[in-house]
């Protein structure tokens, strides 16, 4: 059975730094792109940023805020956030896709984890 989990959601003062972890289980995610949504109260969920083997992608709302990686032996990935605004509220996700095309679209992606929130006070 596959599962992802976060964990290192929180509260923090903007201009504040949070880093998230995932860890996955029940497979090596070898050759898949690993993902960080988001998803804030009433909006729809928003791709923040992935990673296909020694490529990252980020959204532009975070992109030199964020920084994805993976410790590929204990099957995790993470996203350091960093100079942290108000609008990063919100359930934060980790995903993956079979594939190692990067995908910006929920719907792309196979698997989820159960999210982690973040909040981000002034």
């Known amino acids: 059975q596959v599962q992802l989990v976060e964990s290192g959601g929180g509260l923090v003062q903007a201009g504040g730094s949070l880093s998230l972890s995932c860890a996955a289980s029940?497979?090596?995610?070898?050759?898949?792109?690993m993902g960080w949504f988001r998803q804030a109260p009433g909006k729809e969920r928003e791709f923040v940023a992935a990673r296909s083997g020694g490529n990252t992608y980020y959204a532009v709302s975070v992109k030199g805020r964020f920084t994805i990686s993976s410790d590929n032996a204990k099957n995790t990935v993470y996203l350091q956030m960093s100079s942290l605004k108000l609008e990063d509220t919100a359930v934060y996700y980790c995903?993956?896709?079979?594939?190692?095309?990067?995908?910006?679209?929920?719907?792309?992606?196979?698997?989820w984890g159960q999210g982690t929130q973040v909040t981000v006070s002034s």
């Open positions: 029940g497979r090596t995610f070898s050759g898949y792109v």
């Open positions: 995903a993956a896709r079979g594939s190692v095309l990067v995908r910006t679209t929920p719907s792309e992606y196979d698997y």
